[in-house]
T-cell receptor
Framework: KNQVEQSPQSLIILEGKNCTLQ??????????LRWYKQDTGRGPVSLTI?????NTKSNGRYTATLDADTKQSSLHITASQLSDSASYIC??????????????FGTGTRLTIIP | ETGVTQTPRHLVMGMTNKKSLKCEQH?????MYWYKQSAKKPLELMFV???????ENNSVPSRFSPECPNSSHLFLHLHTLQPEDSALYLC????????????????FGQGTRLTVV
């Protein structure tokens, strides 16, 4: 069964500090892995997309890593800001029997930045 | 703004009511999706439409009835819902969800927060 597990479930850090969120998956066959940021009461917004051949990808203060061998990904946030408070969702895209992309979502990590 | 607009943002309805959720995308995409997001659960895919045709129905109860009159609009008609249907309903769109396009970047709307009383 395709699954995406994220840890920790929630995290509280001081403004300005760094943090790392984890994602483990069992989706097969693998197409790509995405990280989304979801502010409270809003829809998810894409941060990064990585394919099998990409080990790291950055988007400003966000850096995602992917180890396709161990099926693990991480999202590192540097110099956190209050606006980083949100849920971060790991989404793994696999291929169905018909070749369609199928997205499997993690439950997300709830990040709270405190001043 | 992601280019995907959902209305209403909030909806409270009784179990005997009939209501509809609306989604509109201005991105020229040809695939649209309905997702349900319940507390502490991953997003659950409900329906997929490609070029106005429903291509996926993830065993969704018949009290949820989707409608896609054209590639830009998607509706979710609701009737005789249960309290456990209370959730955030998200609409998304992408350029294509079929083979050959490996990066079907999905853009989500703001969601409709539904409360069934």
């Amino acid at each position: 069964k395709n699954q995406v597990e994220q840890s920790p479930q929630s995290l509280i850090i001081l403004e300005g500090k760094n943090c790392t969120l984890q994602c483990n998956y069992t989706v097969s066959p693998f197409s790509n892995l995405r990280w989304y940021k979801q502010d409270t009461g809003r829809g998810p917004v894409s941060l990064t997309i990585m394919t099998f051949s990409e080990n790291t990808k950055s988007n400003g203060r966000y850096t995602a890593t992917l180890d396709a061998d161990t099926k693990q990904s991480s999202l590192h946030i540097t110099a956190s800001q209050l606006s980083d408070s949100a849920s971060y969702i790991c989404v793994v895209s696999g291929l169905s029997n018909f070749g369609n992309e199928k997205l499997t979502f993690g439950t997300g990590t709830r990040l709270t930045i405190i001043p | 703004e992601t280019g995907v607009t959902q209305t209403p943002r909030h909806l409270v309805m009784g179990m005997t009511n009939k209501k509809s959720l609306k989604c509109e995308q201005h991105l020229g995409h040809n695939a649209m999706y309905w997702y349900k997001q319940s507390a502490k659960k991953p997003l659950e895919l409900m329906f997929v439409y490609n070029f106005k045709e429903q291509t996926e129905n993830n065993s969704v109860p018949s009290r949820f009835s989707p409608e896609c009159p054209n590639s830009s609009h998607l509706f979710l008609h609701l009737h005789t819902l249960q309290p456990e249907d209370s959730a955030l309903y998200l609409c998304a769109s992408s350029q294509d969800s079929v083979a050959g396009n490996r990066f079907t970047e999905a853009f989500f709307g703001q969601g409709t927060r539904l409360t069934v009383v």
